[in-house]
Nanobody, 128 residues
Framework: QVQLVESGGDSVQVGGSLRLSCAVS????????VAWFRQAAGKEREGLALIYPRTGATWYVDLSVRARFIISKANARETVHLQMTSLKPEDTAMYYC????????????????????WGQGTQVTVSS
């Protein structure tokens, strides 16, 4: 079992920055991968970025996300961050971290159903 707790969500102005954190606990002795997703009101949950904390390898859903968001791990690999910059109103959403012990292939990497463990989410609101 793996437990995930997100933090760092806040209300910010357009153009601002935020760093979200995901604390991973439980059975972290083996391999696991951590992804960030978000879900805006009335929309489907969408994947943003993925990291393999053991090596720091990262993947992003597309270049537009990579241009403004950076996923990283703290020195202790049990914490994963999502640094978000140049925030826009359309970034308003609940942000979730998710984890799975297996590396997700590209065709399902951004599908929520691929990930076994989820946090409760942290709210990000961007206003103009």
């Amino acid at each position: 079992q793996v437990q995930l707790v997100e933090s760092g969500g806040d209300s910010v102005q357009v153009g601002g920055s935020l760093r979200l954190s995901c604390a991973v606990s439980g059975d972290t002795s083996g391999d696991y991968f951590v992804a960030w997703f978000r879900q805006a009101a009335g929309k489907e949950r969408e994947g943003l970025a993925l990291i393999y904390p053991r090596t720091g390898a990262t993947w992003y859903v597309d270049l537009s996300v990579r241009a403004r968001f950076i996923i990283s791990k703290a020195n202790a690999r049990e914490t994963v961050h999502l640094q978000m910059t140049s925030l826009k109103p359309e970034d308003t959403a609940m942000y979730y971290c998710a984890s799975d012990p297996t590396f997700p292939p590209s065709n399902v990497r951004w599908s929520p159903g691929t990930y076994k463990y989820w946090g409760q989410g942290t709210q990000v609101t961007v206003s103009s």
